[in-house]
């Protein structure tokens, strides 16, 4: 089959050998796959990845980077075949999702990451009969696609434990943010702010749901998060205010969706005393930050990753129910032979929000 695979530091496009399904799994066709920022990172930083993530884990990593790699992880495939053991509840033919997880006797490995299951593009995948969902209700297979990255946003909302008296603000309206956004539209909370330089990703928050969009170059984010959550009668300057005596801040929820270096300290500055800050954006390196800020504050800093099963099925029907406008932000589609071009452009935030790679192309 063919594949665009990450091999001694480069991508380029090969013949590989066609994964065998085993026990308990299923052989499936990518239909389509999204390119993540995670793995645009991982092109470039892949040792510094595998380093962190030995670190973390306290064991070897299952990505070795001196041999072939399939990155993909946002993924929507068709099933063709059943492995040993299979209950073949889905049958072939059917459009399925599915957490980016392999499980075998040799434990569990992320498939797009690993060395033994190539992610999504390539043609085919091997995936775990259990953790497939069939698509429901004829949603486009583009848009199934996206419920992987949609997942991480609604984890992060989910995390917040947000409230019908929250403030929301979004710092960074790359697909990170643009799934917060999302998550926090469907929650009914509100108004949800939303900063980014980018003029483009500005137009992508407002598709997905953000009542607030603006450029941090010309307005604060902070500034203006305070003056929509700041009731009648509020003077930050009024002694029962200062005594919580007299009226109040709405509660604010900050969400990090950047993650580089600088970011938390800018939050730790800018945000209202008492807020939450989710930090959903993955920064990969050192970085350092004032606690003093944080105590005086008594702010609350809450650190997420990923998404639980539940979450992830939830993502899928919300796409399906039209809960969340998907096809709003995708904005190109390759075959395998156009990922390397497609992993350049986006690295520009002016052209791209979405690029889906359709390894059958």
Known sequence: ??????????????????????????????????????DLHALHHAHHMVEMTERVSQRASRMDISRDIVFGHEFCAEVLDHGPGAQKNIKAGARVCSMPVAMSANGMEAVGYSNDYPGGYAERMVLNEMLLHEVPNGLPTEQAALTEPMAVGWHAVQKANMTKEDVPL??????????????????????????????????????????????PAKTSPYKRWTEEAAPEGYDPDSMMTMLGLGPQLRPGV????????????????????????VVVGVCMEKDQFEPFFAITKELNLQFVLGYSPEEFAQSLHHLAEGKIDGGAIITDKVGVDGVAKAFE?????????????????
Do not use: N, Y
């Open 254 to 277: 900050i969400f990090e969706c950047v993650g580089v270096p600088g970011i938390i300290q800018q939050m730790l500055e800018g945000a209202p005393k008492s807020a939450r800050i």
């Open 170 to 215: 979004v710092i960074g309206c790359g697909p990170v943010g643009l799934a917060v956004i999302a998550g926090l539209k469907i929650m009914g909370v509100g108004p949800i702010i939303a900063a980014d330089f980018s003029p483009k990703r500005r137009e992508f928050a407002e598709k997905l749901g953000a009542d607030i969009v603006l450029d």
């Open 1 to 38: 089959m063919r594949a665009a695979i990450f091999r001694k530091g480069g991508l380029v496009v090969d013949e590989m050998p066609e994964p065998k399904p085993g026990e308990g799994q299923v052989l499936v066709k990518t239909l389509a796959c999204g390119i993540c920022g995670s």
């Open 345 to 361: 452009d986006l690295a520009s935030p002016e052209t791209h929000a979405k690029i889906l790679v359709e390894p059958w192309r």
